[in-house]
């Protein structure tokens, strides 16, 4: 295969073999031999271009080449889309591809329209292309609005009229290009937010007449039975028919550990299987899965739009009367149309309206990549204003991951019987609580599965009551279990657990309304929560406050460890809500942080709620902003995002009004043409919203651990 290098530097090559010589299966085959090369550490090939980049040992550069130069063009290897590069992922090049042959397409038509084509040609394309932007602004006039639109079609209009073909053609050119350039941030936005909650493969397995036949995902139908083998992704939802395997649910439900299904059990797309071989007959197909209906959802909230930017876009269509009033104003004043149209030429709603959607949508798609999805664009914006972080204890600043330190036992009854009978009942609820008793009992060899159980009836944040072969059953929080349930609580019971576990999260058991035991189970800290709070502090927030249903004891050495500044300990579901909506009365506002059921109130109370990568589905619903990995730190990258973005929105702001003001001055002084004022402001707009596709934040960097919190107020 020939090639030409692009760039040459130590360790590292970019070639270019032509933009013809291969498609995307073929690239990625040259991809993965490039990467079987010895020394090779990544290996990119883009097959809309033809280029080749390697980054390697330096040592290796001439077997680089050497396998370059050996790839038969007429025969080049292939390969299926792996897990390492799923069908997102493509669709992300297959943009970037699309985007970067629109610009030059655009690019290349204008400069050849000006080069090649005679005057009278050019003239007559320019009228053929101004008839859509005409019929549009014509379209708002007849809605009664005077807006961007209409502006945008009086000036075209005007320059042909006056002869200026040449002009109007820059005009329409540039508004081509802003408006590709919108679409494509657009696209990466949602692009960037579906690759980062779903990921399927292009082809999977099917169980076709008893034999294993490969079939385009697209193919897929509710009723199939699905071959699965050890490292697929599921592809869709489903119910296991066959075999057993232990699937990596943390796409959606945020466990860490891997959790067994055998026939009989429920599966779901995205997930994965980390080992195992499953046959699963599908219920919902590609599209109908269960997460395809977050990602539309999430899509869906995306285009709620930031209050800035609404108004932004407000404000360009307010401004629009102006101008024309300006232009008549100024027609009458020096009776010349010329320096009139200065105003029509360069205005500020062009701009205004353009690159404030660049900037949310830029924002959105990077918050997005960093694992924080912004539902909204105006949640990023209030999260910048935000003074108070209320925050849920378990889950959220502890680990996601408890364990059970100590188990009581009372009366005849063993440390044995309270956790296979804890552990019974637990199983079946997805909280990191009862996670840790299930692992504990399943630590110990206790068995509990064959366990039959009658109705249940899950307390929200209390506990559970259910019955257990015949017998009643309760567990859950000592309010729930003595003052719920009316369990008799022996004399000093609870204060000898609190004694010997003073920092510990305690559930109590309790069978035919007597105890039988307690479970202490320590929610060590995130390491990072004590650092994130610090750096947050930094970021301008005044106020920290924690919500727990645990015991005092435990909410007072959490906040006295992380320096919260007020604390509410034993608080039930509907206090939590009425704390945040409290906090919002006083002038705060305020950001909730949560991850269970129980916090699913206080969420949709906030001012901007988010959720922790391993809430549960409702409130990861009802939550505003969800983070994507187990970072209690990516709460400092979604603040630093917001403020960052509404510090470019302002710059933006100041940087349109003073260059077009001087664009307009200069023009209506006759000290630069029209089309040169035109140039000039339609150059600035693409230039600025070329700059709000950027990145706002720098690459990541590692932050020094705060130092040791300062004690709360207790209220």
Known sequence: MRYTIVSDLPGRLRLRCGSLVMDEAEARGVAQALMSVEGVRVAEVHPANGSVLVAFVPASRDAVLLAVGSFDVLALPTAETGLDEASGAIEVRAENNRFTMEVMRLVGAHVLRRLLLPAPLRAAWVVVRAIGFVARGLACLVRGELTVEVLDATAITASILRGSFDEAGTIIFFLQLSAAMERHVQSRSHLALRGNMITRAETVWAVVDGQDVRIPIDEVARGQVLHLGRGSVL??????????????????????????????????????????????????????????????????????????????????????????????????????????????????????????????????????????????????????????????????????????????????????????????????????????????????????????????????????????????????????????????????????????????????????????????????????????????????????????????ACARHVAARLGIDEWHSQVLPEDKSSYVQQLRDQGHVVAMVGDGINDSPALAAADVSVAMSDASDIARAVADVCILNDQLSSLVTARELAQRLMGRIHADYRTIVTFNSALIALGVAGAITLTTASTAHNLSTFAIAAANARPLLPARTSRDACAPGTQGTHR
């Not at 899965?289 to 977050?294: E, F, K, L, M, N």
Request: charge should be negative; include cysteine.
């Open 235 to 552: 592809p869709v939802d489903g119910v296991v028919v066959e075999g057993t395997g232990e699937v990596d649910e943390s796409s959606m439900t945020g466990e860490s550990r891997p959790v067994q299904k055998r026939p009989g059990s429920t599966v779901y797309a995205g997930t994965a299987l980390g080992a195992g071989d499953l046959r699963v007959r599908v219920t919902a197909p590609p599209g109908a899965a269960r997460i395809d209906g977050i990602v539309s959802m999430v899509e869906e909230s995306s285009q709620l739009k930031a209050g800035v930017q609404s108004r932004a876009e407000h404000l360009a269509d307010a401004l629009v009367p102006y101008s024309f009033l300006a232009f008549f104003a100024i027609l009458a004043i020096t009776r010349r149309p010329q320096t009139a149209m200065a105003v029509l030429m360069v205005d500020y709603s062009c701009a205004i309206k353009l690159s404030m959607p660049i900037a949310v949508m830029s924002a959105m798609s990077e918050g997005t990549r960093r694992g924080v999805v912004a539902k909204g664009g105006r949640y990023l914006e209030e999260l910048a204003s935000v003074d108070t972080f209320v925050f849920d204890k378990t889950g959220t600043l502890t680990c996601a991951c408890p364990t059970v330190e100590r188990v009581f036992a009372v009366g005849g009854a063993s440390e044995e019987d309270v956790l296979r009978l804890a552990a019974c009942i637990e199983e079946h609820f997805p909280h990191s609580m009862a996670r840790a008793i299930v692992d504990e009992a399943a630590r110990r060899g206790l068995a509990h599965e064959d366990e039959l159980h009658a109705k249940v009836n899950y307390v929200v944040a209390h506990g559970i009551s259910t019955t257990v072969g015949g017998t009643d059953a309760c567990i859950g929080s000592a309010h729930f279990v003595f003052e719920d349930e009316a369990v008799p609580c022996p004399d000093g019971f609870v204060e000898s657990v609190a004694e010997k576990c003073p920092t510990a999260s305690v559930i109590y058991l309790a069978t035919d309304h007597e105890l039988l035991g307690a479970i202490a189970i320590s929610d060590p800290l995130r390491p990072e929560a004590c650092a994130t709070l610090g750096r947050l502090r930094e970021l301008g927030v005044e106020k920290f406050v924690m919500l727990t249903g645990d015991s005092d």
